[in-house]
């Protein structure tokens, strides 16, 4: 055999090893989970690069995840038909951190411990592989790759801070193709190499995965066989001169089989009627990492130009980091064609970004298995599938807002509101869709937020426009001199006291054929003008405008008289064309 060669781990891995052990110690099962997620992405992987490279399948063998557990030695093995790796990927994979799963791993543990949170929640974080060191003292990875002819042997021990790996020379332990780790339980750990253990696991972790899992288990049949009769008995039997009659027995053969003990149909091409609330929460839960329950999902196929199916779901919070709310590269959107997982890597091709918050799997049936990302940008399918989306995206959110619950609009706002005023901003084709789920405070509503058709449902039999002011919060909003008219008609406003809802409002422009109006701009006009009177005033008070006029020379751009005002002697404006005083804020402060 060929000598094995000794790497030192990268020091962050060893880091983490320890950072894993120490702090799932009492959630070990993953382990499980995380080995079957790699078997079934390493097998996702062959499928897809197998549509453009068939070479790569040439071993006609199935894409399946095997378990064997051996509970006399203590010995689980878990073998996949994916892609495998070469020796080179041995050692960037299972030497080096890069991944994903881990990141998020570690900022779970950071977050969670800063909030003082419990252990538990941890464990339904991707951890990836290094969580074999959970149960085992030693991991042995056993690895073909179609791209190499050669099968190596990763092998690692807990608490060390090298591995070894060596070529596969045991023809005993050769593969056709992917992967199989072997991993040697901790004394304490042994129990979980039991086949019922690992099949409970499955179904509790993996029930979702879309390749078949079979587990090693010991079965048994019934059948009839002949006994010998006592020879004695035989003998009087014959004295007798009763015929021979054989007697027999019913015993219970064992052996040992392979058994399947997933579901392997994917949960969205099952008949939504079948698939109850708990399926779809729980699948969001394993597939997206996520341990609250989505707010709403939406299972739908739909039909004629284009068919695809799709399950989406508005998650319950929106992630932290101020960057996500124009970061569309979020991995929230699956792709599959024809049940082969495609991609999750979109940049704003199947949802605008401002709802690229929600996740979900998208499966089609009119793409090439081989579509690429210009393929994606380009293609007319897309775009029919990318308005279709948006759409059920926008049912669902209305849903929420519509259900009887407010509470989980409330929750919905908070995290996603911001989103839908970017929406507002960028998308003017569903004006129509984001405008009804707005929300805000007005000056009869200053503790619970409103909607628009609230508002509209509250107007004047008279009143023709939606008055708003923009204002840093609702206690200046309500007492700005602006209101005083206002208040004392008992006319309604909307106060926009977040940043955003003013430039959002002024793309909108307009809802249910009734204006925005700024309340602070110049040419506010409520309806009441007295052309008499206002005659009298500018009589009265014309050189005094004129006068004040003269003092602040450039510092305003005109002063008149004004019907505005009740209780203030006056108040700046801006001009009907210029910013308002928030926007002036507001540019101000990004100026900085
Ligand atoms: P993640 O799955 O988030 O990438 P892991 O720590 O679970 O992180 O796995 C690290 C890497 O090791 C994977 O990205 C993959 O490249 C490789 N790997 C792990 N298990 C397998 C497997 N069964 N077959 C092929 N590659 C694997
Ligand atoms: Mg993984």
């Not at 009087?236 to 001169?241: A, I, L, Q, S």
């Not at 319950?316 to 082969?340: Q, S």
């Not at 690429?372 to 897309?382: A, K």
Request: hydrophobic letters at 35%.
């Amino acid at each position: 055999s060929t000598p094995s060669e000794r790497y030192e781990y990268q020091a962050e891995v060893s880091r983490l090893m320890d950072l894993i052990v120490n702090s799932l110690y009492s959630n070990k099962e993953v382990f499980l989970r995380e080995l079957i997620s790699n078997a079934s992405d390493a097998l996702d992987k062959l499928r897809f690069l197998g549509v453009t490279e068939p070479e790569l399948l040439k071993d006609a063998v199935d894409f399946d995840i095997r378990i064997q557990a051996d509970k006399d030695n203590g010995v689980i093995t878990i073998t996949d038909t994916g892609i495998g790796m070469t020796r080179q990927e041995l050692v960037d994979c299972l030497g080096t951190i890069a991944q994903s799963g881990t990141a998020k791993f570690l900022k779970a543990l950071k977050d969670n411990k800063d909030a003082g949170g419990d252990n538990n929640l941890i464990g339904q974080f991707g951890v990836g592989f290094y969580s074999a060191f959970l149960v085992s003292d030693k991991v042995t990875v056993s690895t073909k790759s179609p791209k190499s002819d050669k099968q190596y042997v990763w092998e690692g021990e807990a608490n060390a801070s090298s591995y070894t790996i060596r070529e596969e020379t045991d023809p005993e332990k050769l593969i056709p193709r992917g992967t199989r780790l072997t991993l040697h339980l901790k004394r304490d750990d042994k129990g979980f190499a039991h086949p019922e253990r690992i099949e409970k696991l499955v179904k509790n972790y993996s029930q979702f995965v879309s390749f078949p899992i079979y587990t090693w288990q010991e079965k048994g049949y019934t059948k009839e066989v002949e006994v010998d009769e006592d020879p004695a008995e035989a003998k009087k039997d014959e004295e007798d001169g009763k015929t021979e009659k054989k007697k027999t027995k019913t015993v219970v053969e064992r052996y040992w089989d392979w058994e399947l003990i997933n579901e392997t149909q994917p949960i969205w091409l099952r008949n939504p009627k079948e698939v109850t609330k708990e399926d779809y929460n729980e699948f969001y839960k394993k597939t997206f990492n996520e341990y609250l329950d989505p707010l709403a999902s939406s299972h739908f196929t739909t039909e004629g130009e284009v068919e695809f199916r799709s399950i989406l779901y508005v998650p319950a919070f929106a992630p932290t980091g101020k960057d996500d709310i124009i970061n569309p590269k979020t991995k929230n959107i699956r792709l599959y064609v024809k049940r082969v997982f495609i991609s999750d890597d979109f940049d704003g091709e199947l949802f605008p970004r401002y709802l690229s918050f929600v996740k979900g799997v998208v499966d089609s049936n009119d793409l090439p298995l081989n579509v690429s990302r210009e393929i994606l940008q380009e293609s007319r399918v897309v775009r029919i599938m990318r308005k279709r989306l948006v759409r059920k995206a926008f049912d669902m959110i209305l849903g929420i807002s519509m259900s009887d619950n407010r509470e989980d609009y409330e929750k919905f706002w908070e995290n996603f509101g911001k989103h839908l005023k970017l929406g507002c901003i960028e998308d003017c084709e569903n004006h129509k869709r984001i405008a009804p789920l707005l929300r805000f405070f007005s000056s009869q509503s200053e503790e619970e937020l409103i909607s628009l058709d609230e508002y509209v449902e509250n107007m004047k039999p008279d009143q023709k426009d939606i008055y708003y002011i923009a204002a840093d919060s609702v206690n200046s909003a309500k007492n700005t001199p602006f209101m005083e008219r206002l208040a004392e008609k008992d006319l309604e406003v909307l106060f926009l006291v977040d940043p955003i809802d003013e430039v959002a409002i002024q793309n909108l422009k307009s809802y249910k054929e009734k204006n925005f109006v700024d309340i602070s701009k110049e040419d506010l006009d409520l309806g009441d003008k007295n052309e008499e009177r206002e005659k009298e005033m500018k009589q009265e008070f014309g050189q005094t405008c004129d006068w004040i006029k003269k003092h602040l020379g450039d510092k305003v751009a005109s002063v008149q008289i004004s019907n505005r005002l009740s209780s203030s002697p006056c108040v700046l404006v801006s001009g009907k064309f210029g910013w308002s005083a928030n926007m002036e804020r507001l540019m101000k402060a990004q100026s900085m």
